[in-house]
């Protein structure tokens, strides 16, 4: 397995156990989803897992908070937040450094 795609796989589990310790279950299941994919075929992989970091309504727009339903206490949610979104950032990074890697953007270019 390269480089790049363990920094991902790691840095993708890290960031399941997360969302799940705070009940963000749909975004853990579908980043589970995507790192499987990942492992079958990275090419076709890290572009689906870009393609949910990027735009609105992706993985950067998640926030936890009591009110949607996440096992966070409101005085903690500002920290907890920080805490996912450098996690969030780290995967997106090694995303598309693993996209660099497998060349995403020729790839996608010729779908």
Same mark, same amino acid.
């Given at each position: 397995?390269?480089? &790049? ?8 589990? $890290? ?5 799940? +310790? ?5 975004? #853990? $299941?579908?980043?589970?989803?995507? %790192?499987?994919?990942?492992? !079958? @075929?990275? !090419?076709? *992989? /890290?572009?689906? =897992? =870009? ?5 609105? *309504?992706?993985?950067?727009? /998640?926030?936890?908070? &009591?009110? #949607?339903?996440? !096992? /966070?206490? #409101?005085? $903690? ?5 920080? @805490?996912? =979104?450098?996690?969030?950032?780290? /995967?997106?990074?090694? #995303? !598309? @450094? %693993?996209?660099?890697?497998? @060349?995403?953007?020729?790839? +996608? +270019?010729?779908?």
């Amino acid at each position: 397995m390269e480089l &790049p795609t363990a920094e991902l796989l790691m840095r993708g589990r $890290e960031l399941i156990r997360y969302l799940r +310790r705070y009940g963000e279950i749909t975004w #853990a $299941e579908w980043l589970e989803d995507s %790192l499987e994919a990942l492992r !079958r @075929d990275s !090419r076709s *992989g /890290v572009a689906g =897992l =870009l393609d949910g970091f990027e735009g609105i *309504g992706g993985m950067g727009d /998640v926030y936890l908070c &009591p009110e #949607a339903g996440h !096992r /966070v206490v #409101a005085a $903690e949610e500002g920290s907890v937040n920080e @805490d996912m =979104l450098v996690m969030v950032s780290r /995967v997106y990074q090694a #995303a !598309r @450094d %693993l996209g660099d890697f497998v @060349d995403i953007d020729r790839f +996608r +270019r010729t779908k």
